[in-house]
């Protein structure tokens, strides 16, 4: 029977995870590492300064998961800035440490990443409110997955946490009292005009005429 030499104390994987807004380290943060290919993990946690550490591993290829699994603080994620373990970047080990540190993005965040869509929807006048008109949001050449609104007594509406992109609004009346109709002045979706969603508010205005 052939003699298993262990790996070298030196083998593995370390690192540090800190927070994406300003660089602090994050404490008590589950990382967990996976032979490639399987589905059993070993896992430890980060100390006070974001470390982390897995030492004696077998050489080979190995992925990392970096697992918020108790404050519902952080988003989680794979290596690197993966979603899953089918698509996390492999970590190869051979006889010395290799260094996989992490960015990890708080759910709650002070920097805004979504977009706002907000405006006004008055009579032909420009000044008169329409109330509890139905506005609905699509992403643009898309027709299905739509947001919808209702305005409010001063014809505001608003749509937050859009993802930044191209978007296209309908203005639709339920009732049959005032003409429907697309961003700017269309009879159709086909035919509106799109409107880019940056980061921050984007005001969207209609103003409808009567039937």
Known sequence: ???????????????????TEGGAPIADLQVRIYRDGETTSS???????????????????????FRDLNTDTWFSEYHADQPTLATATIVTVTTTMVTVDAELAPKQSSTPTTGTVTGTVTEADGVTPIADLQVRIYVEGVTS??????????GQYSFTGLAPGSYQVWFRDLTRTWTSEW?????????????????GTTVVDAS????
């Open 43 to 65: 896992a430890t946690k980060t100390d006070a300064s974001g470390h982390y550490s897995f030492s004696g591993l077998e050489p080979g290829d190995y992925k990392v998961w």
């Open 1 to 19: 029977m052939p003699v298993v030499i262990p790996p070298p104390p030196s083998a593995g994987v370390q690192g540090t995870v800190t927070s």
């Open 208 to 211: 409808l005429d009567p039937r």
């Open 183 to 199: 961003y700017l002045d269309a009879s159709s979706q086909a035919a509106s005009t799109p409107v880019a969603v940056p980061v």
């Open 145 to 154: 997955g739509s947001k919808a609104v209702v305005t409010d007594a001063s």
